[in-house]
């Protein structure tokens, strides 16, 4: 067992390696071309590594099944269940869609809404597309997105949900807190 730091956060994890010779194998080593033994070990971190950490601005959500499912993506990120949170990001954009203007249709309808109401552009109409397509192939074709795919899903839905959700909010309190523009008084000729 040995202990691990990470030379970034700080934060602490155990490692264990088991081997059994029973695992071991014999290998042809590609650069030699002579035969190799290669033990046949297993390794368990403790706690395992995130794949993704929550936003810190999470909690600023206010809709419960919205904060549900990112968990449950977030959740399936750090277990490696690619499919299935592709799955739920294509969800997530389907509650935010719903969230924002309301139950119009499908995908294509709830999309070409957003648009009508300027509440995204065209350019983000096409990267929600892209995500969607994603989270449908998943969901339909058995589709396993490469991890750095799953990381640019994430990425989109996260600036989503954060200016949508989060930013909007907090520029109110900004607009708010700012003082009034003094209003000029005409001088009489």
């Known amino acids: 067992m040995e202990i691990l730091e990470c030379c970034g956060c700080e934060?602490?994890?155990?490692?264990?390696?088991?081997?059994?010779?029973?695992?071991?194998?014999?290998?042809v080593n590609e650069d030699t071309g002579e035969e190799e033994l290669r033990r046949g070990t297993l390794t368990y971190v403790y706690p395992p590594a995130l794949a993704r950490r929550l936003p810190s601005w999470i909690d600023e959500l206010k809709d419960d099944v919205l904060k549900k499912v990112v968990a449950e993506v977030y959740s399936n990120l750090h277990e490696d269940n690619l499919?299935?949170?592709?799955?739920?990001?294509?969800?997530l954009i389907d509650r935010v869609m719903t969230l924002l203007?309301?139950?119009?249709?499908?995908?294509?309808?709830?999309?070409?809404?957003?648009?009508k109401q300027n509440v995204i552009s065209a350019t983000e109409k096409t990267l929600l597309e892209a995500v969607t397509d994603a989270g449908n192939a998943a969901a339909h074709r058995g589709?396993?997105?490469k991890s750095q795919h799953l990381h640019t899903i994430m990425d989109t839905i996260e600036n989503l949900l954060?200016?949508?959700?989060?930013?909007?909010?907090?520029?109110?309190?900004?607009?708010?807190?700012?003082?009034?523009?003094?209003?000029?008084?005409?001088?009489?000729?």
């Open 83 to 91: 499919i299935t949170a592709a799955i739920g990001a294509r969800i």
């Open 11 to 27: 934060t602490l994890s155990f490692r264990q390696t088991e081997w059994l010779s029973e695992w071991d194998e014999f290998i």
């Open 101 to 115: 203007v309301g139950d119009v249709g499908g995908f294509d309808e709830k999309l070409k809404e957003m648009v």
């Open 162 to 189: 954060h200016r949508m959700f989060v930013l909007s909010n907090a520029a109110a309190v900004v607009r708010t807190a700012v003082p009034p523009r003094p209003r000029r008084v005409k001088s009489k000729p």
């Open 143 to 145: 589709y396993s997105p």
